[in-house]
């Protein structure tokens, strides 16, 4: 019996023992082929998945450095079973690869027979295929490089795509740091990106995903097309691009709703790429419109669908995701893997917390008791109107102020999914309600007035999910949101996460009313914060109120 | 019976006797009553099948080789016509590996005589039916042919034909016109006889009994047919004669023969990691009959009519368990082998724990091992063909009664006897396991034997005899014949991991048991807490409703807490204390009386009625609210009575769902339908030499009654009873014969030479060697004694 810190179970799942000795060493052997599942205080929990293993073996470990870290960690003997099905996972990968050939283009090779009459047979792949090129190889419609790859991966056995890239139009990028510098992670992730070719960062909020998305574009030295989830989200990009490389604002375009501008950077939108006129999408020429020799994707995890139908023709050109998760509510992990490329490069949020570079958090629940009229109002409300009836209970607005009072000299921030409910507590707050209705200079005016602490209390909608850049908000209330999306939580959690002029901590609380759907919602978020390795702590709206 | 045999069986010495039936105990049960007795027995059919099946490629061949040659055979022509069939050139140690086998054949009398003349036992000859793949004899081949046919035979291979069977096999024994004969024949023909060569001697043409002459052979077969190198056997059947057989192997009886078994090869694995991996397996499986004994406690799958469990039980289970489905059979099986569970009864029944389970389940993990591997290595059942259909094309289903296979016990020894003795941590390929098998046990082949081989490694792998392939300590002492100083539990033991008594407790309301938990916490942990994932740790996960189960079951929020407490290393996280207490708080303001059972109906004037039945007094209702009535009776017997009053009450539980909370733990007295095939492990010693004492006695007897010693002639001369007394006793002391005159119960006076034995009572007891037998003798009536000489 060894005394390792890994613990390996049946159903593929590693845990690890945060406290022991060798955990850190562990962490860096398994993290290549295991992806993060759960990092609470004691116990992490990684999930060995094929995904995740192909992911290992795009970054170039073989099956006997797995088999080799699982067997040196184990604290108990790993069933053999597992051995050989991560052996034979892995084994997959690669079996097929996708290929340049000076004469047929694109070719689809294999080094195993067997499996490329396997996938010559599948209806989907016959379509794809060219002409037969000998017994080990078949050409490819170029045009197919995405589809295929989906397909295959789909199949079971995704290909390697060797196939390279097209370096694009050159323009010269270089990062200037001047005052600030490239943190380490910054640096590999954007060197891990470059030698893979394409594929995807994960970095938490907050943690500089766009100057690692800077970084990338001063490695390709090319025009660049960066994909943004919205208008606010293009304009920070645009700042920052500014800010931290030689580009000037006249290199850099942005491709909105408002604005169509098409320079050697641009920058559009989720929203704008999938407008569609008629049943067709206006904007698909912006792909072809310059000879891009980089595509960005901001949060990966909410890429639409019909930009990975555009990306899957996109596949000759170097492509970099930036996400903070792989994780997407959709299950559509494996279009990621097989059209933006693989997991270059990731960390945990924990640890870099530890690092000093996001601020660390405390999440409190407050558990708000309903008056009886409330419960009875609850318990008569139609079914679908019920979540909406109990997040937005005037006993919960009560609290949520008395939270706001507790700590009136801090930067605060009111999020909620309800605008009826923000307008009042606005209202009663006397602060200003950013909205989906609100100009995007009007909010642009008060995000500058925030952070620049001239106002002190900010109510937001669910629009302030994304990409915005509140650096000192030291406490976030949220008050109500959509239905536990894990996804979500992360996005609101990196709202406060972002590290503090005074190195303070940050608080975010949950309003959310006891016995009602809202608390089931509840237990999500809290499963999966507490997941994430934060500091969770249940309080009754009675202790908020008799605080006062 | 071949009295040379008996003969030869007698003069071996009591040791040699001794080792004889302790390797073929079947001589001796029962004791037969002389040497006589053994030698039939030794001879006979299945006795001798026995015994050949446990022969190993060489000896067997050894013993063919002594069947096909004419006996008796020369040691050195033994030696020579082996040396013949050897794969390679033959080495020194061939010489000696065929003295130790003719040796230890002798030992096992299935060949007897002096190395200048070696025969098989009588019997032998009969029982290799097909020795070395030949056919029969030319004489048995050609015995029912008419002998006009013999001579034209005999005419067309080039001899006189006076129609005897035995001219033509002698003309055939000559290789010298039969390597003639092959030659006159075509290629075709040529090429069929090399195909029956090397045996099965015997094939099927169509029409086979034809009467060609060479001169109008049309076909290969006909031509083979006029020559005597085929013979009709059947309407379709041609035999290849065992002459011509062996003129076509050169005169070799084998090919490719070696006196020493084909290597086992395949990785090799680190002994200290193997047992590592094969303990942790150990563990899983015990684990996991336990899980589904307690699963079944409380769901019992049903039992099928044909017996046996239903496909979806046992996908449900291996669901439950999360074990593949043939793991979950597997455990089913051995758990039921092992009397751990079993059907509940003939019509509807359930599968349900024994009470032996529960002996079984306090005990410590590696004793609870040692009973599921003891019990999976000698059960006939064979969890294998789970899934597979049998020859009338049925479903064998997991426990069903015809899951039994006689050699499965026997494989598995085999098969796992021969890892045992391999190299450390080898871990030998399926392919090299089978070969290995063929070649120690050559008349015992086949698919199904294959199949089971094939059965035993994964399932020792499963259950943890193996590890990674290799076989492990504690595996190896399970097995006969291994050393056995260290039970196999307490080889197993130091492996295990130590039972803990803490959790790590974690904000995201999980509980990590980093290795198995002590029993009570374990229990403790499965009521409050739902098991989220298992292996070498547990993961547990408090939610509402486990929460609840543990509240329902009678805990309090303070015991909880209190017990969370101690067995945390950390503070118990602030959000499961709040969970706890939270869940407490709600389920304390549901609970509302402590009547035993309660009937609820949203239609008071149907309660009315209830209330007003005469036929519910003796339920004792009480009316809580207009549509709630309470009583004291439980509620079996209240929702019985309500049904026998004609209404259609349903069960709920305290939450009010319609299930049974207080699930019974049940038990069965059932019978595990299985025979443990206990393995050979050799007859006690004492065993044997009592029965070789006893066999030599009875056949002294029986020597001396086989030859009656006539009596002197003459009167006895009379002697006074006092003499004659004093007389007797002086034989009886000395175990010397006299010779007395006896008047027979007829009043015939007789002579007689005994050998007495015993007096009293006024009788002599004493062995008669004029009758041969012994009997009693009246004092009174003996009319005189006199000296033998």
């Known amino acids: 019996m060894t005394d390792g810190p890994l613990i390996v179970q049946s159903d593929k799942t590693l845990l690890l023992e945060v406290g022991h000795d060798r955990a850190d060493e562990c962490r860096k052997a398994i993290a290549p082929f295991a992806e993060l599942e759960r990092a609470p205080e004691h116990v992490h929990t990684y999930r060995i998945t094929p995904l995740a293993l192909w992911n290992a073996r795009a970054a170039g470990h073989d099956a006997e450095q797995v088999v080799d870290a699982l067997i040196g960690y184990s604290r108990y003997p790993v069933p053999h079973a597992l051995l050989v099905d991560i052996a034979e996972t892995m084994a997959r990968y690669g079996r097929l690869r996708l290929e340049k050939d000076p004469v047929h283009g694109l070719v689809l090779t294999s080094t195993d027979r067997a499996v490329l009459e396997e996938v010559l047979r599948s209806k989907k792949i016959q379509p794809l295929l060219g002409e037969r090129l000998g017994a080990d190889a078949v050409a490819v419609h170029p045009s197919e490089r995405g589809n295929i790859k989906q397909y295959l991966l789909k199949l079971g056995w995704p290909a390697e795509d060797l196939a390279g890239y097209v ?45 690692v998305g800077a970084a990338a574009m001063a490695h390709a030295k090319a025009t660049t097309l960066i994909l943004v989830t919205n208008t606010v989200s293009a304009h920070q990009w645009k700042q920052e691009l500014i800010k931290r490389t030689s580009l000037t604002e006249e290199e850099i375009g942005e ?72 994780v997407r509510e959709d299950g559509r992990e494996g279009d990621v893997f097989s059209l933006i490329g693989p997991k270059r490069y990731d960390a945990p949020w924990k640890e870099m917390e530890n690092q000093g570079w996001i601020a660390p958090a405390d999440c409190v629940e407050v558990r708000v008791t309903l008056t009886d009229d409330e419960r009875l109002a609850y318990a008569m409300a139609e079914s679908e109107e019920r979540y909406r009836f109990c997040a937005t209970t005037p006993s919960k607005s009560r609290v949520t102020e008395a939270l706001v009072r507790r700590h009136l000299d801090e930067q605060v921030l009111v999020i909620g999914q309800y605008i009826d409910q923000l307008d009042e507590l606005g209202e009663h707050l006397n602060a200003p309600v950013i909205k989906g209705e609100t100009k995007v200079k009007e909010r642009e005016r008060l995000f500058q007035a925030f952070r620049d ?52 901590g940050a608080r975010f609380y949950s309003v959310v009313s006891r016995d009602t759907v809202d608390q089931d919602f509840a237990a999500h978020r809290q499963r999966f914060l507490a997941e994430q390795g934060y500091a969770y702590q249940i309080i009754d709206a009675d202790d908020v109120l008799a605080g006062e | 019976m071949s009295t040379e045999f008996t003969e030869w069986l007698r003069g071996r010495s009591d040791d040699q006797l001794r080792a004889l039936v302790a390797v073929r105990p079947e001589l001796i049960t029962p004791v037969p009553a002389h040497l006589e007795g053994l030698a039939t027995r030794a001879g006979s059919p299945s006795a001798i099948g026995r015994v050949l099946d446990r022969l190993d490629l060489f000896t067997l061949s050894v013993i063919e080789t002594l069947a096909v040659l004419p006996s008796p055979v020369a040691h050195r022509t033994l030696r020579a016509q082996m040396a013949r069939a050897l794969r390679g050139a033959a080495d ?75 001219t033509l096999a002698r003309l055939l024994g000559d290789p010298e016109i039969v390597g003639r004969l092959i030659q006159d024949v075509s290629p075709q023909a040529r090429s069929a006889l090399n195909e029956l060569a090397w045996g099965p001697a015997s094939g099927r043409v169509p029409n086979a009994r034809r009467e060609v002459r060479t001169a109008d052979a049309q076909s290969p077969i006909e031509e083979l047919l006029s020559r005597a190198l085929l013979g009709a056997t059947g309407e379709e059947t041609v035999v290849l004669p065992r002459e011509v057989a062996l003129a076509l192997r050169g005169g070799r009886i084998h090919r490719d023969l070696s006196p020493v078994p084909p290597a086992l090869d395949g990785a090799v694995r680190d002994q200290g990691l193997a047992d590592r991996t094969a303990a942790g397996q150990a563990f899983a499986f015990t684990r996991a009959v336990e899980e589904l004994c307690e699963r079944w406690s409380v769901d019992p799958p049903g039992v099928l009519r044909s017996g046996g469990l239903a496909v979806r039980d046992l996908k449900r289970t291996s669901v439950l368990l999360d074990l593949p489905e043939w793991v979950t059979g597997l455990v089913a099986e051995v758990a ?115 199949q089971l081989v094939e059965f035993t490694l994964r399932e020792a792998e499963q259950i943890g005899v193996t590890g990674l392939g290799a076989v492990v300590d504690h595996g190896r002492a399970l097995l006969p014949g291994c050393d056995r100083t260290m039970s196999a539990g307490r080889l197993l033991a130091p492996l295990l991991p130590e039972p803990l008594d803490h959790v790590l407790l974690q904000a995201d309301l999980t509980a990590v048991a980093p290795g198995p938990l002590t029993s009570d916490l374990r229990r403790w942990l499965a009521l409050a807490a739902e098991v989220e994932s298992t292996g070498g740790a547990t993961v547990y996960r408090f939610d509402e409703r486990s929460i609840r189960r543990a509240l329902d079951a009678g805990q309090s929020a303070d015991e909880m807490l209190a017990m969370l407490e101690r067995h945390s290393t950390t503070p118990v996280p602030q959000p499961l204390g709040y969970l706890v207490t939270d869940v407490a708080r709600r389920h304390g303001r549901m609970r509302v009386g402590t009547a035993s059972a309660y009937v609820r109906c949203d239609d008071p004037s149907l309660l009315d009625e209830v209330m007003a039945d005469r036929r519910a007094l003796p339920l004792r209702l009480r009316r809580l609210a207009p549509t709630v009535i309470a009583s004291k009776t439980s509620r079996p017997t209240l929702v019985d009575s309500l049904r026998a009053m004609g209404y259609a009450p349903a ?139």
């Open chain 1, 453 to 504: 602490k001239e106002i002190q209390v900010l109510v937001v909608s669910k629009v302030a999910n994304f990409s915005i850049d509140l650096p000192e908000a030291a406490v976030a209330i949220q008050v109500s949101g959509t239905f536990g999306s894990r996804q979500e939580e992360a996005q609101r959690l990196g709202r406060v996460l972002r590290p503090k002029a005074d190195g303070g």
């Open chain 1, 255 to 326: 491709y909105t709703g408002t604005k169509k501008e098409i320079r050697p950077v641009t920058i559009a939108t989720y929203q704008v790429m999938t407008t569609r006129r008629q049943g067709v999408y206006r904007h698909l020429e912006l792909f072809d419109a310059r000879d891009w020799g980089l595509v960005v994707y901001d949060e990966v995890h909410l890429l639409p669908a019909p930009i990975f139908r555009m990306t899957a023709d996109l596949q000759a050109r170097r492509r970099v995701g930036l996400t903070a998760t792989l």
């Open chain 1, 167 to 211: 370096d694009g139009e050159h323009h010269p990028i270089t990062l200037t740091e001047d005052g600030w510098e490239l943190r380490t992670y910054q640096r590999e992730a954007a060197e891990a990106f470059w030698h893979g070719g394409s594929g995807v960062v994960v970095l938490p909020c907050g943690a500089g995903k766009t100057i």
């Open chain 2, 651 to 789: 069960s709920e539980s305290l939450d009010g769902d319609v299930i049974i909370t207080q699930l019974d733990v049940r038990r069965t007295d059932g019978q595990p339908l299985v025979r443990s095939s206990a393995t050979f492990n050799g007859l006690e010693a004492d065993v044997v030499a009592a029965a070789v004492r006893a066999v030599r006695a009875g056949d002294a007897a029986h020597r001396a009654r086989r030859a009656p010693v006539e009596a002197p002639a003459g009167q006895v001369p009379r002697s006074p009873a006092t003499a004659t007394i004093v007389a007797l006793r002086e034989a009886i002391r000395q175990g010397s014969q006299v010779w007395i005159g006896y008047l027979d119960s007829q009043g015939n006076a007789t002579s007689r030479i005994l050998e007495p034995a015993r007096m009293e009572g006024g009788y002599l007891t004493a062995y008669d060697e004029t009758r041969a037998a012994v009997h009693r003798f009246a004092l009174h009536r003996i009319t005189g004694i006199a000296d033998i000489n």
């Open chain 2, 92 to 166: 020194p140690a061939f010489q000696g590996a065929l003295r130790e086998t003719v040796e230890r054949l002798r030992t096992l009398a299935l060949v007897y005589g002096p190395d200048k003349a070696l025969a098989p036992a009588p019997g032998v000859r009969e029982v290799l039916e097909t020795p070395a793949g030949l056919g029969p004899p030319a004489v048995e081949v050609f015995r029912h042919h008419p002998a006009e046919r013999l001579a034209e035979l005999a005419e067309d291979i080039g001899g006189d034909g006076d129609g005897t069977k035995e």
């Open chain 2, 336 to 450: 039921h082998a092992a009397g751990l569970v079993a059907a509940s009864g003939a019509v509807d029944g359930e599968w349900l724990p024994t009470p032996a389970y529960d002996g079984w389940r306090v005990k410590g993990t590696e004793d609870r091992w040692t009973v599921l591997a003891t019990t999976w290595l000698t059960m006939d059942r064979v969890p294998g063909v789970i899934g597979e259909r049998d020859e009338r094309d049925r479903l064998l289903n997991a426990l069903h009664p015809d899951l039994r296979r006689s050699a499965a016990a026997e494989v598995r020894t085999a098969t796992l006897g021969m890892l045992a003795v391999a190299g450390p941590g080898l871990a030998p390929t399926l392919e090299s396991v089978r070969e290995r098998l063929a070649w120690e046990q050559p008349r015992r082949r086949g698919g199904h034997r294959d």
